[in-house]
C-alpha cells in the first residue's frame, strides 16, 4: 500500500499563500486518483480538491474554487495544493488521500498521510 507524508502547513495571515505537499512512498501515484481533505475541530472532514491519475481532470469544493490548485507530479512521486488568497475559515488539519475511483467521499480513498496543520490569522 503507498505510504503518504504532508508537509508545508503552517500560520499565515489572511490573504497569504500556502503550498501543501504530498510525498509518496511504497507505490507509484500514478495508478492513484489523489484528493485533498480538510478537518477543522469539531467539523468532519470535508473535499478540498481532486485530481486524475493522469492529472488532466481537477474538482475543487466550491469554497475552494478559483483559490486552490491541485497537481501532481507523477516523475516525483508528489501531489500538490496551492492555496492562494486564505481566509481563517480554511484554517484546519489538512490531508492527502490516494484511492483507485474518482470521488469526493473520504470513504473512497484508501490511503492517508499524518495531516499537516494550515493555521489562518485574521
Known amino acids: 500500500q503507498v505510504q503518504l507524508v504532508e508537509s508545508g502547513g503552517g500560520v499565515v495571515q489572511a490573504g497569504g499563500t500556502l503550498r501543501l505537499s504530498c510525498a509518496a512512498s511504497g507505490r507509484t501515484l500514478s495508478n492513484y486518483r489523489m484528493g485533498w481533505f480538510r478537518q477543522a475541530p469539531g467539523k468532519e472532514r470535508e473535499f478540498v480538491a481532486r485530481i486524475s491519475a493522469s492529472g488532466v481532470i481537477t474538482v475543487y469544493a466550491d469554497s475552494v474554487k478559483g483559490r486552490f490548485t491541485i497537481s501532481r507530479d507523477n516523475a516525483k512521486n508528489t501531489v500538490y495544493l496551492q492555496m492562494n488568497s486564505l481566509k481563517p475559515e480554511d484554517t484546519a488539519v489538512y490531508y492527502c488521500?490516494?484511492?483507485?475511483?474518482?470521488?469526493?467521499?473520504?470513504?473512497?480513498?484508501?490511503?492517508w498521510g499524518q495531516g499537516t496543520q494550515v493555521t489562518v490569522s485574521s
Open positions: 488521500a490516494a484511492g483507485r475511483i474518482s470521488s469526493t467521499k473520504p470513504e473512497d480513498y484508501e490511503a
